[in-house]
């Protein structure tokens, strides 16, 4: 045991390397000043790297995990300074993502005085109570006796179970003053995983064996537990078709055979028609949200208990049987749980000569087919499927696309080809605007060998696209898209869609004059240090992408990209509910005849 004196400040730089932390994402201000200087004795044990808004700060957090599996710290100030990072939190909370935030907080000796930034109604030193609802759990120590055992049990749980981030809430007397540092060695840490009841694994391993035309849906829980070569084990010996949910994109190659391409509201011809007809489905690490089963319609992309059994797996118990009754229900890590099944299976018949899979090829070329004309036109300003496209033809197999929300978003989750797990980042579950460049800044810090691409629209951009000033000072050699249609797209067709082109509201960009306001994200890019230039040609971006995965530094491309219908048209083949007002006559009629309540 050792026992020194040490301030809090110190106290939690040392936790936080000896828990393999390599890199904090931090703000500074009045509130964290004391724990930041704890820092600078131990910069070549770990680094602490700026970024310019505390939601940038948590993003990055955010993308570093997904892209490399390593926890980074969040670090920000008091007040303001935290309450920035919540759209961080619930982006990283929605989607089982870990990193741990460090605030500062009031001094223990004035809490409840309404100091400077304190949030104190209707309790003193409240903003953990504004997290609470997007963490596993918070802390907030009041003596500096609590600091060790504090990150010890923050660290336990965002390993434990279903994962995510954490807070720790730390006064800044505590941050500044000495006291007894103690450490017991040993782990404390679990080193067996969480497999499955062997009861229900011998029940779910005997309806596979029965299935004539299963299916398997992968969620980002496969991706989480490193279970992806499990997975395409059981897919082979059963010769299954493999869809996946937002977050599950990469769990399966998308150039393997079996792959169907993803279901639900956006997903694909394949992807719905298979799970539409599927007599069992193993659903692995997925929730089951309303975007990939088409609101819930019964007979869009799923027909479950009516036609198809449900086999699901997930480490929370809580998914399972939350949106659709289960015939087995196991509640397990999905890594060892599909170990478990796939040598219970045992090597399976070939299934290429079966109609089955003849089937699925039919359905993946209807699929190609669809897409084909907006993938191969010239049309300018380009449309999004022929500028991923490129991009895709740019990218190398194992670089990492990351995105966030809207068109760029959605239409790549059904047309992009991604070929391994976390070399698909987005934000699946909060699907959080302005999440794209900075995940992707944190990514391109965690794995510095790997390239990676953000590609995001220019609503995204500037809502954090001052967060390239990081990557710049950093010399981070990220490759950013934005594909610039000058407005909210998606939310401009969609209200195009559903109550007409004269009631499009602030979704078109325009200045006073009436004339289309089009951001000039190359010249902002440069002027924050970039390497940045305009492709207006869609032939001229793969080219563009090439130049810039070979220059050092950050490189932004503005992708003038198509404004209007149908050129900006996604390709949905399942339903989404999005509610019509009352007074819309026959557009609200056929919306709740299509909701079926």
Excluded at 105 to 111: D, G, L, Q, S
Excluded at 230 to 245: F, K, M, Q
Excluded at 531 to 543: G, V, Y
């Amino acid at each position: 045991m050792t026992d020194q004196q040490l301030t809090g400040g110190q106290m939690i730089v040392d936790c936080l390397i000896r828990e393999g932390v390599e890199r904090v994402f931090a703000v500074p201000g009045h509130g964290n000043t004391a724990l930041l200087d704890a820092f600078v004795d131990r910069a070549d044990e770990i680094e602490v790297i700026p970024a310019m808004h505390e939601q940038g700060a948590a993003h990055m957090a955010d993308g570093y995990y997904r892209a490399s599996g390593k926890i980074a710290a969040v670090c920000t100030s008091i007040g303001p300074g935290a309450t920035n990072t919540l759209t961080g939190l619930v982006t990283a909370f929605a989607d089982s993502q870990p990193f741990i935030l460090i605030t500062g907080a009031v001094h223990t000796y004035m809490e409840n005085r309404g100091v400077l930034q304190e949030i104190d109604r209707p309790h003193g030193n409240n903003f953990p109570r504004m997290a609470e609802p997007v963490v596993k759990r918070w802390w907030q120590p009041s003596r500096l006796e609590q600091i060790p055992m504090v990150m010890d049990q923050a660290f336990n749980t965002m390993y434990e179970g279903r994962r995510g981030p954490v807070l720790v809430d730390v006064p800044q007397d505590l941050q500044a003053e000495y006291g007894d540092y103690k450490r017991v060695p040993g782990s404390r840490r679990a080193q067996t995983r969480a497999t499955g009841d062997a009861t229900a694994i011998a029940a779910a391993v005997e309806l596979l064996k029965s299935a004539k035309r299963p299916v398997i849906l992968a969620g980002g829980g496969v991706i989480a537990a490193e279970a992806s070569e499990e997975l395409r084990a059981i897919a082979e010996r059963l010769g299954a078709p493999v869809t996946h949910s937002f977050m599950g994109k990469g769990a399966f190659p998308a150039d393997h055979e079996l792959y169907a391409w993803p279901c639900g509201d956006m997903g694909s011809i394949s992807g719905n028609g298979v799970t539409r007809t599927a007599d069992i489905i193993l659903a692995v690490g997925c929730r089951f949200s309303d975007r990939i089963t088409s609101s819930y319609k019964e007979g869009v992309t799923f027909n479950i208990p009516s036609i198809t059994k449900l086999v699901h797996i997930d480490i929370d118990g809580f998914e399972i049987g939350r949106n659709y009754p289960v015939e087995v229900g196991i509640v397990g890590d999905a890594k060892s749980s599909l170990a478990a099944i796939r040598d219970a299976l045992g090597d399976g018949p070939d299934y290429h000569g079966t109609e089955y899979f003849a089937e699925l090829q039919e359905l993946k070329g209807r699929w190609e087919e669809h897409l084909r004309p907006m993938r191969e036109t010239d049309h300018l300003p380009m449309t999004n499927s022929r500028a991923m496209v490129e991009i895709r033809k740019a990218l190398p197999r194992k670089g990492i696309l990351v995105t966030d929300s809207s068109n760029p978003a959605n239409q790549a989750f059904n047309e992009f080809p991604i070929y391994g797990p976390k070399t698909n980042i987005v934000a699946g579950g909060m699907s959080g605007i302005g999440f794209g460049l900075p995940a992707a800044i944190g990514a391109q810090i965690a794995v510095p060998g790997t390239p990676v691409l953000a590609m995001v629209g220019d609503g995204s951009f500037l809502q954090t696209g001052t967060e390239l000033s990081t990557a710049v000072m950093l010399g981070t050699p990220l490759v950013v898209v934005v594909l610039n249609n000058g407005g909210w797209e998606a939310i401009k067709d969609l209200q195009i869609s559903l109550f007409g082109a004269e009631r499009r509201l602030v979704t078109n960009w325009s200045t006073p004059d009436g004339k289309p306001y089009f951001a000039n994200i190359a010249e902002f890019a440069r002027s924050l240090g970039c390497t940045a230039e305009r492709i207006e040609d869609p032939a001229k971006l793969t080219e563009a992408i090439e130049r810039a995965f070979a220059t050092e530094g950050p490189v932004v491309i503005e992708a003038m990209s198509a404004t209007e219908l149908p050129w900006t048209e996604m390709h949905p083949t399942g339903w989404w509910d999005i509610t019509v007002p009352a007074y819309h006559g026959d557009t609200r009629d056929e919306y709740v005849a299509q909701r079926g309540f």
